[in-house]
């Protein structure tokens, strides 16, 4: 297979690795908003038909999945900075493919919460490997383009998930999953490795995908942990704005009741054009710093529109879910901020765990929230730990060096 480099063939926005990576993600985001909608006819189909039953066994399962994907960030990274990037792009889409197909042949739930596990660990590589493999083969100036690519295309796959979900069988939902990843894998003959990888891989003294390096060095540790931080924000809105909606509209005086799976459908929605937003104008006005700034005052009016609100309708309400997801759509900047950030050396194990933990970040959210709110009051405590998690963003970005053209071929002194 021919060397393909970051100075000749992979100039162009169409070439294989960004039309894979982007497909890839698409896949990823279809699996993970899937179970959201299947979790209570799969769990049914199961036996199990009690309410509380139907609670306990979902939070199970979505934690054996989170478990998966924080410890497969991890896993995948290293595995991304030591093998290559293709290697854990294409492993990835691979168990996530898999574990989907065995998904649909459930009978049980410890089978379940297993299967659950291994697809998480399969989907935390992929957007990550993506991400590092873009990032390299693309020319600084366009990359990007590249990533905001990546991630409108593969923030649509949730539209899919909806729809696969609301017309065809639980079980064949989790087939059709499996088999687009399945499809994705014959494309592999057309992507090639990251020039900076291959080059970087034939110097012998240079130590790569050393995890716990991010924790030894003081300045990287604070830059690492910056970058995590970055990103709370757009998971504070998925985790408890979104998936608590149906409670935020009766604390909010709505007469009509909310939908939580309506309410995931619109904020995806606007999350792709966001995505595509925040893109698109990082490049346009050569700053990722300024395009985060900018979504996090964003996100803030909103967020305040959704709390002090009273009495929506219930159109309006989703109009601001729309909103929501359109504020937060700046995943794709942080990601790439990520990437930039880090040298060669270790630049797809950052590029993997961080937002990998940003996703785990709902845990410590949820809990703070859920034990919260009874003292304090939903909306207060919302107000609370969003106020919180904007300033420590936007104190983040600040802090954080401009990457816009940077160039990343250079490695970090492990």
Same mark, same amino acid.
């Given at each position: ?14 070439? &294989?690795?960004? #039309? ?19 979790? #209570?006819?799969?769990?049914? +189909? ?6 509380? +039953?139907?609670? %306990? ?15 497969? $960030? ?17 492993? *990835?889409?691979?168990?996530? /493919? ?27 590589? %992929? ?7 873009? /990032?390299?083969?693309?020319?600084? %100036? ?13 923030? *649509? ?19 059709? $999953? ?23 891989? *034939?110097? @012998? ?36 704005? #979104?998936?608590? /909606? ?31 937003? /925040? $893109?698109?104008?990082? @490049? ?12 996090? +005052? ?50 797809? &194990?950052?590029? &993997? ?14 809990? =703070? ?13 919302? +107000?609370?730990?969003? =106020? ?12 954080? %060096? ?13």
């Amino acid at each position: 297979m021919a060397e393909l480099t970051s100075s000749s063939r992979a100039t162009s926005l169409f070439n &294989t690795a960004v #039309i894979v990576a982007a497909l890839g993600y698409f896949v990823d985001i279809y699996d993970l908003v899937l179970f959201s909608i299947v979790r #209570i006819p799969s769990l049914k +189909a199961l036996g199990i038909t009690d309410q509380a +039953a139907l609670l %306990e066994k979902g939070v199970l399962l979505l934690n054996m999945q989170m478990l998966g994907m924080l410890l497969g $960030g991890i896993a995948w990274g290293i595995l991304g900075d030591k093998r290559g990037r293709l290697s854990v792009l294409f492993g *990835s889409i691979f168990l996530y /493919s898999v574990a989907n197909i065995m998904n649909g042949f459930v009978t049980d739930l410890p089978m379940y919460a297993f299967l659950r596990f291994v697809a998480g660990v399969g989907l935390a590589g %992929e957007l990550g490997a993506g991400i590092t493999l873009v /990032s390299e083969v693309l020319p600084k %100036e366009k990359r990007g383009y590249g990533t905001m690519m990546v991630a409108t295309i593969g923030i *649509s796959g949730a539209i899919l998930a909806g729809f696969v979900g609301e017309y065809f069988g639980w079980r064949t939902a989790y087939f059709i $999953g499996g088999g687009l990843g399945g499809l994705l894998l014959f494309l592999r003959i057309g992507v090639y490795e990251s020039g900076m990888f291959k080059t970087l891989k *034939s110097t @012998q003294h240079v130590t790569r995908g050393n995890f716990l390096s991010l924790f030894t060095n003081l300045s990287r540790f604070w830059k690492y942990l910056k970058c995590i931080l970055i990103g709370v924000p757009i998971w504070y809105v998925i985790g408890i704005l #979104i998936t608590f /909606s149906p409670e935020f509209g009766v604390a909010l005086g709505m007469t009509e009741p909310v939908s939580a799976a309506k309410a995931i459908a619109f904020s995806y929605l606007g999350l792709v054009f966001g995505d595509f937003a /925040s $893109g698109y104008l990082s @490049q346009r006005f050569r700053s990722r710093r300024s395009i985060v700034l900018v979504s996090l +005052a964003l996100l803030t009016v909103f967020i305040a529109v959704y709390l002090l609100g009273n009495g929506f309708s219930l159109d309006l309400f989703y109009t601001l879910c729309v909103g929501l997801g359109f504020a937060s759509g700046y995943w794709a900047v942080f990601v790439t901020i990520a990437a930039e950030q880090f040298g060669t050396n270790i630049r797809a &194990t950052v590029t &993997t765990t961080v937002p990998n933990f940003v996703r785990g970040a709902v845990v410590p959210l949820t809990l =703070a929230f859920q034990g919260l709110k009874d003292s304090f009051g939903l909306v207060p405590t919302a +107000a609370l730990l969003g =106020a919180l998690s904007l300033v420590v963003a936007a104190v983040s970005i600040l802090t954080l %060096e401009e990457t816009y053209a940077k160039d990343l071929d250079y490695t970090e002194p492990l």
